[in-house]
């Protein structure tokens, strides 16, 4: 019987008659992770998505008062950078962006350093979004932070001129309107991916040799159960 063959008779059960097993203890399969041994062991019905994965990004938007505050909207900027790189997560942060750009417009002070942010947010995001599943894994591409640094990833530089903005869906028009109005028209237009495209490449080649890594202790792990 193959390896495979083994897991679906495991869970589903032989096609072949029944014979009598062995009683079934639940110790037998242990996790360290206590919600899942509890639905293990028939404590529990239902497990969600953060109990599988306590470490999963998790986005919950922040509200803001009608006219809220600066201090509102960097509450909410504050959060939604804690969920990055979640696309629900960058777009919240570009809507803080554009309020306080706003905010900028009426007291008729400077919003360059805001603009640059603004459209900081919108690449990163294009970064991880311009090819939303990757090849070869069948994940989305925000899957990729679990692989690139921090430091690395900040390090990256997003100029304008050489990105543009049409192959930058994240940006609304009136985004486009106010980077033209400060910085010109650019001399290219490419995703980020793209412009970038040694530093995504070896991400995906990280992330490919973690999952390939990751499967094979699983499979050791399945084989272990097996043969209980």
Known sequence: ?????????????????????????????????????????????????????????VFEQVETPKKPSLEDIQSRLNNAKKSFPLPAGYKDACICMRMIIRNKQKEKKSYKNELTQLYRYACEHNFFDSEPYLEGISEPSYNLYEVIKKSEFSALEMPFEKIGYKQIPQLNKTDIKWLISEFGEPETHLTVSEYHNDFHKKAVTLLKNKREKEWEKREKEWQELLKI
């Open 1 to 57: 019987m193959s390896f495979f063959q083994k897991i679906k008779e495991f869970f589903m059960g032989s096609s072949e008659p029944e014979t009598p097993q062995p009683e079934y203890h639940p110790q037998h399969v242990a996790t360290k992770n206590i919600k899942v041994q509890e639905f293990v062991d028939g404590r529990h019905e239902k497990l969600s998505a953060n109990d599988v994965f306590p470490d999963m990004k």
